[in-house]
Nanobody
């Protein structure tokens, strides 16, 4: 088992950048793939990015491809989502999640979730 905890959210102007972090408050990420998802009010939780247990593979939603970068540092028991060129439509609560080994793009594949961190992008 692993307990993810997100941090790094906040308010940023359009075109700016934020770096979200995900750490394991219990357990370790060494055997787990990681995913980032986001949810805006009134909308479904949607896939953002994912990375395998060893960083060997990754995937991104089309809406963030070329702007966001997912990474991890197993030695620090953490992962991150670097968000550049932010747009108002990126505004949402961002969640870090974990599943065994491999990447995954569906929320239903993930067993462990953080409580989320708010990202707000102003015009």
């Amino acid at each position: 088992q692993v307990q993810p905890v997100e941090s790094g959210g906040g308010l940023v102007q359009a075109g700016g950048s934020l770096r979200l972090s995900c750490t394991a408050s219990a357990g370790t990420f060494s055997r787990y793939g990681m995913g980032w998802f986001r949810q805006a009010p009134g909308k479904e939780r949607e896939f953002v990015a994912t990375i395998a247990w060893n960083g060997g593979s990754s995937d991104y939603a089309d809406s963030v491809k070329g702007r966001f970068t997912i990474g991890r540092d197993n030695a620090k028991n953490s992962g991150y989502l670097q968000m550049n060129s932010l747009k108002p439509e990126d505004t949402a609560v961002y969640y870090c999640a974990a599943k065994l080994w491999t990447i995954g793009t569906s929320p239903n594949e993930y067993s462990y979730w953080g409580q989320g961190t708010q990202v707000t992008v102003s015009s």
